[in-house]
Nanobody, 127 residues
């Protein structure tokens, strides 16, 4: 059974940085499509950053391009989200997710395309 376990998150002032980690304790993260999503109060869940760990392709929401970086450590079976230059509008519950299929979906940032989800972790950015 695939289980995604997250760590990181917390509160930071605008302009600060945080790093989120997500360990897959059920399956290997090699050659998989994994990513990060977030949901702010009163808003729908949205895709933030996606990575295919086999080919190394990455995809980002326009709102985070140039500030967030998704990466992967095969040895640790872990996916990371480095968040720099945080803004108040980045405040949300963040989730990691994995696709059952080895390929990334054409709609890479659509939450409905991903079958496995970790628990959310809160990121709060104060201005």
């Amino acid at each position: 059974q695939e289980q995604l376990v997250k760590s990181g998150g917390g509160s930071v002032q605008a302009g600060g940085s945080l790093r989120l980690s997500c360990v897959d304790s059920g399956y290997s993260t090699r050659n998989r499509c994994l990513g990060w999503f977030r949901q702010a109060p009163g808003k729908e869940r949205e895709g933030v950053a996606i990575m295919h760990t086999g080919v190394g392709d990455t995809y980002y929401a326009d709102s985070v391009k140039g500030r967030f970086t998704v990466s992967h450590d095969n040895a640790k079976n872990t996916v990371y989200l480095q968040m720099n230059g945080l803004k108040a509008e980045d405040t949300a519950m963040y989730y990691c997710a994995a696709k059952r299929d080895w390929r990334c979906p054409s709609s890479r940032l659509q939450p409905g395309e991903y079958e496995y989800w970790g628990q959310g972790t809160q990121v709060t950015v104060s201005s």
